[in-house]
């Protein structure tokens, strides 16, 4: 994956962060990475298992494509075996 680093730790409730660092870019693309991050979980939030999940945004993922994110954090959920 060159977008983004998938955490997660198991626990009861779910809960979510997104990060992105300075080596990302300004705050208008730090802020564009979260989003484009919290937009892909938005669409598996009632599949995901109980626990933390971290989601740390790499320099590449504001050139990345829809497509590409998608098929990086479907591969990245399969993988974590988190889903229902």
């Not at 730790?9 to 693309?29: E, H, R, T």
């Not at 990475?33 to 669409?43: G, T, Y």
């Not at 993922?61 to 994110?69: A, D, F, M, Q, W």
Request: charged share 30%.
């Amino acid at each position: 994956m060159k977008s983004f680093i998938f955490f997660y730790i198991k626990q009861k409730d779910i809960k979510l962060g997104f990060v992105a660092s300075k080596k990302v870019g300004n705050a208008i693309k730090r802020n564009r990475a979260k989003r484009r991050l919290r937009a892909m979980v938005l669409r598996y939030d009632n599949q995901l298992k109980g626990g933390s999940y971290l989601f740390v945004a790499k320099n590449m993922i504001n050139e990345t494509s829809s497509k590409k994110l998608k098929s990086e954090f479907d591969f990245a959920i399969s993988k974590m075996k988190v889903q229902l």
